[in-house]
């Protein structure tokens, strides 16, 4: 990525591990002050101490996204640190191995749960940053949703809910605060190899390396991605090249969209 952010405030939701990890350190490189907020404190720890050259750097903040407290605890230290937040990632997104299941038989509080985590937490970190964004006339929300809110696959009611959600609620905060010169944008990646995906293999159990050539295989560019093909799509969002953009979601997920089906 060739664009600076040096000067540039970003707080990123689940941003110990994964697809989050790969965000923080895309735009700490390119020289941001980031916010990591997860609930994983030993993976947040860890990525905080990554060496970082030039202005970039990463805090660690512990906080449940979920919690209305605890996102606004994260725009109170953006704004301690740095004086505000100039791009938020609601990156968080959750789907518990345990929860693989037909609509029917998920239970209240996993549906809750996952709400809360993938959606209900974009609105909140939303209601936190906004006033700040608004004072400022500037700033960019980026949501991770997921090829999974354009289609879905048995299994995930909660999830792909959530997803269909978080580009719904995208495209309606988009027009909220265009006046204001706030832009919000959404991501799809398809399979990205994260914690979270592999967890799911596990889950699964038989032969992962065959199940991982499936996957690759899924997606017509023949591989899965990398949290860096997420995280180089979210900084072009934020970047003054996109200033022309908010209320669009965009794929990046190796023309697995484009397939039409991959279920
Ligand atoms: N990996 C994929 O294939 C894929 C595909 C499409 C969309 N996504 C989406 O990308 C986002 C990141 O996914 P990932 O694969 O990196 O997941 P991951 O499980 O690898 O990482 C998620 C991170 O979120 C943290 N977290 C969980 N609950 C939290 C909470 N309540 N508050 C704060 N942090 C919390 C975890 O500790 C972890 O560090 C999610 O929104 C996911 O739905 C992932």
């Not at 937490?121 to 980026?142: D, E, H, N, Q, Y």
Request: net charge negative; hydrophobic share 45%.
């Amino acid at each position: 990525m060739t664009s600076n952010f040096t000067g540039t405030t970003v707080i990123v939701t689940g941003g110990a591990k994964g697809i989050g990890r790969g965000i923080c350190l895309g735009f700490a490189r390119a020289g941001a002050a980031v916010l990591c907020a997860d609930i994983d404190t030993a993976a947040g720890v860890e990525l905080a101490a990554e060496p970082i050259s030039g202005t970039g750097e990463i805090r660690f903040q512990r906080a449940d996204a979920s919690q209305a407290s605890a996102c606004q605890g994260l725009v109170d230290t953006a704004t301690e640190l740095w004086g505000g937040a100039g791009v938020v990632c609601n990156n968080v997104g959750i789907q518990p191995t345990d929860c693989y299941l037909p609509a029917h038989e998920l239970s209240e509080a996993a549906w809750d749960r996952i709400i809360n985590v993938n959606l209900k937490s974009a609105f909140l970190m939303t209601r936190a940053c906004i006033p700040g964004m608004i004072t400022r006339r500037k700033g960019v929300i980026i949501n991770t949703a997921s090829v999974q809110g354009l289609q879905s696959a048995k299994g995930v009611s909660a999830y792909a809910a959530s997803k269909g959600g978080i580009l719904s609620l995208t495209r309606q905060l988009a027009l909220e605060y265009a006046e204001y010169g706030i832009r919000v944008l959404a991501v799809n990646p398809g399979t990205i190899d994260t914690p979270l995906v592999d967890e799911a293999l596990a889950a699964v159990g038989g032969d992962e390396a065959a199940a991982r050539v499936h996957m690759a295989a899924l997606h017509p560019l023949g591989r899965i991605g990398q949290p860096e093909d997420v995280a180089n799509l979210v900084m072009f969002l934020a970047s003054d090249g996109a200033s022309f953009m908010t209320g669009e979601n965009i794929c990046v997920d190796g023309g697995l969209m484009a397939r039409g089906s991959w279920g």
